[in-house]
């Protein structure tokens, strides 16, 4: 199984934290899985202009094939002005419509206030939706509060990473179960 | 109709399609040599010929897993090769491509095979070739738009003035040698929206759709409008032909055709898309309101029927060397095509 953490922000340190931590969880409990963690701080990706996610040299090239090869994401997003950050939307125009199918994706989400709580609800969730994941229903929401010095100081939201990645391996390997289960009965 | 070389009292003309894909077989992962796929592709157009199939077309693509890029240079060798099988391309990348140099070529082949070339030009589905070959991606509308244009021009006169923003101008410019019958037929090639439908509706030219998969009725969407849009600018929808390709392939039994053409399908489609083709989707290309042909023999032959009444065209194109299929299944497919389906087909849509 192949899990890739993103990092979706070019600014900030929060979702890094948030993403850094997880990722850590994830490789704690789980060391048979393959883990990778892109921060998109680190690369530079032009615009999609509308080409083949393939035909996409260099960086841009070498991190969309990663995230296709995927069998889970785990995505990181702060909230900038009432939504996702530009460099993440970028990412998903880089990728073909059905990219996310028969992918499992959960979020973790960092914001100034818990005012934006509903800005994955209504404008991630759309997108992963669209792009056909099956989508951790629930995600973990933490704010300015919630860190120090680049520390995860809350426990809650401790708990609550330690339950997403749970979730996100369990369903990932279900998922996986019920799709070879389904493939096996059309006897092709 | 005339002007396609196309006769609909015939009955529904059948073709094969290749892109040229050079992929290895899923099953032993070995891949044929670049030259052995193009003489079985040569191969391919001869047996068809002499199973009856009316027409077969070669792509072009730039990008790996890909053999036929001078696909001008192929279908030269096939019009050599054979005597009254129809040839085209499928398609021809008109956007990088100049006018000219593809009109002074495929009227060679045309002569070559003494009038049996068409040309079918596309927009390319990928656009790597836009930087292999300098141009600039965001001009593709332009592009195609333009330089179809300047290609249909030329197919209608062997004087042309010319003007536009991608080449240079042409001035009483004699375009050489002509097709033997002084002009070709040009189709323009549609993918998945009507809009580029509606857009050859308006010019009055053609159409060859594309169809991977998904239900019949979906597609008809894209003909109507296509036929709506031809009315609109003062054209009689019955004076054009249309014509639809997709996945084909035949075996005994449907699930026996499943079973042979979804691994190539599957592994073809991760290595030249980069995601494989989902079971269930194909799984859904057996029934009979499915577009893709694949099946018995009879499960063919009433699908393609079902497809001729729904969208009323002129000729069907299967593709069925996707993906590394040994050359030995596709010569059972062309005997199966000749024997059973090529004789029920044109029994039923020929107008007697």
């Known amino acids: ?188 | 109709m005339e002007k396609y070389r196309l006769d609909p009292t015939k009955g529904l003309e059948f073709g094969l399609y290749t892109l040229g894909d050079h992929l290895p077989d899923p099953h032993t992962g070995k891949k044929i040599s670049a030259e052995q796929r193009i003489h079985e592709i040569i191969k391919l157009a001869q047996l068809a010929e002499q199973a009856g199939i009316d027409f077969f077309s070669v792509g072009e693509s730039h990008q790996d897993y890909f053999v036929t890029q001078a696909h001008a240079v192929v279908l030269s060798a096939i019009a050599q090769a054979t005597k009254k099988i129809k040839l085209s391309s499928s398609s021809t990348i008109i956007s990088t491509s100049d006018p000219v140099r593809v009109y002074e070529n495929f009227a060679t082949i045309d002569l070559i095979s003494k009038g049996r070339v068409e040309i079918v030009a596309g927009r390319a589905s990928r656009i790597g070739l836009f930087d292999l070959l300098g141009y600039d991606i965001r001009d593709y509308e332009a592009l195609f738009e333009e330089k179809f244009d300047l290609l249909l021009q030329i197919n209608d006169s062997e004087q042309v003035n010319w003007e536009g923003e991608f080449r240079a101008p042409l001035k009483n410019a004699s375009v050489l040698p002509r097709p033997l019958n002084g002009s070709m037929p040009i189709w323009r090639a549609v993918g998945g929206s009507p809009a580029s439908a509606i857009k050859a509706g308006y010019a009055g030219v053609p159409i060859y759709l594309a169809h991977l998969g998904g239900p019949a009725t979906s597609f008809k969407q894209s003909i109507d409008a296509y036929r709506g849009a031809l009315k609109q600018s003062g054209y009689n929808p019955t004076d054009f032909p249309v014509a639809t390709a997709g996945f084909f392939y035949a075996a005994e039994t449907t699930q026996q055709a499943l079973r042979d053409m979804y691994p190539h399908i599957n592994e073809g489609m991760k290595l030249t898309n980069g995601q494989g083709f989902p079971k269930q989707h194909f799984a859904q290309g057996a029934h009979e309101h499915n577009v893709m042909n694949i099946g018995s023999p009879q499960q063919i032959i009433e699908k393609i029927l079902y497809q001729h009444e729904l969208f009323g065209h002129q000729r069907y194109i299967g593709q069925m060397d996707f993906g590394g299929m040994p050359f030995d299944k596709l010569k059972k497919n062309i005997e199966i095509i000749g024997t059973e389906i090529l004789p029920a087909i044109k029994k039923h849509t020929a107008r007697k």
Not at chain 1, 30 to 37: A, F, Q, R
Not at chain 1, 113 to 135: D, F, N, R, T, V
Not at chain 1, 164 to 178: G, H, P
Request: charged letters at 25%; a negative charge.
């Open chain 1, 1 to 188: 199984m192949k899990i890739v953490g993103i990092s979706g922000s070019r600014i900030g340190t929060k979702t890094k934290t948030a993403m850094g931590y997880t990722l850590h969880v994830l490789k704690e409990n789980y060391s048979e899985v393959e883990t990778k963690l892109i921060d998109l701080a680190d690369y530079e990706i032009p615009f999609s202009d509308g080409r083949h996610y393939l035909e996409y040299e260099g960086d841009t090239g070498e991190i969309l094939q990663v995230i296709m090869e995927a069998d889970a994401l785990i995505i990181g997003t702060p909230i900038f002005q009432a939504s996702i950050p530009a460099s993440l939307k970028n990412i998903f125009d880089h990728l073909p419509v059905n990219a996310l199918q028969d992918k499992v994706v959960s979020m973790v989400i960092t914001a100034g206030s818990a005012k934006h709580y509903l800005i994955a609800e209504q404008q991630l969730k759309p997108i992963l939706g669209y792009m056909k994941a099956q989508i951790v229903q629930t995600y973990v929401f933490m704010e300015e509060k919630d860190f120090y010095n680049q520390q995860i100081i809350n426990d809650d939201v401790v708990f609550r990473i330690e339950r997403l990645v749970e979730d996100t391996v369990t369903l990932t390997e279900t998922y996986a179960n019920i799709r070879q289960t389904k493939e096996a009965k059309y006897g092709f």
